[in-house]
C-alpha cells in the first residue's frame, strides 16, 4: 500500500514549483531557519511564543521543502513546538 510512497518519503523537492524557493535553495534556507530558531531559544528576544511559531511556520511554507506532505510536515512541526 505505501511502496510507492516510501520512494520520496522525506526528499526535498528537485522541481521549481509556484510556492517556495529554488530547489537549489531549500537545504540553505531551511538551515537558516534552524540556526535563527536556535538562537530564539538561546538569546532573549522581543517574541512571544505564538510569534515565533507563526513565523517557523510562515518560513516553512515560504521554503515549501517537500514535493508533498507539506501539510503533515507543518501539522507535526507545530505539535514539536
Keep these: 500500500m ?3 510512497v516510501w ?3 522525506g526528499n ?3 522541481t521549481v514549483t509556484n510556492i517556495g524557493v529554488h530547489p537549489t535553495l531549500i537545504h540553505i534556507r531551511t ?3 534552524c ?8 538569546e532573549p528576544v522581543e517574541l512571544s511564543f505564538l510569534e515565533q ?9 515560504f521554503i515549501h ?12 512541526l507545530q505539535i514539536a513546538i
Design 7 to 9: 520512494s520520496w518519503a
Design 65 to 76: 521543502p517537500l514535493k508533498m506532505g507539506m501539510v503533515a510536515f507543518l501539522a507535526s
Design 31 to 33: 538551515l537558516e531557519l
Design 35 to 42: 540556526e535563527e530558531v536556535k538562537y530564539w531559544c538561546t
Design 12 to 14: 526535498y523537492r528537485k
Design 53 to 61: 511559531a507563526a513565523r517557523i511556520h510562515h518560513r516553512m511554507v
Design 2 to 4: 505505501f511502496g510507492s
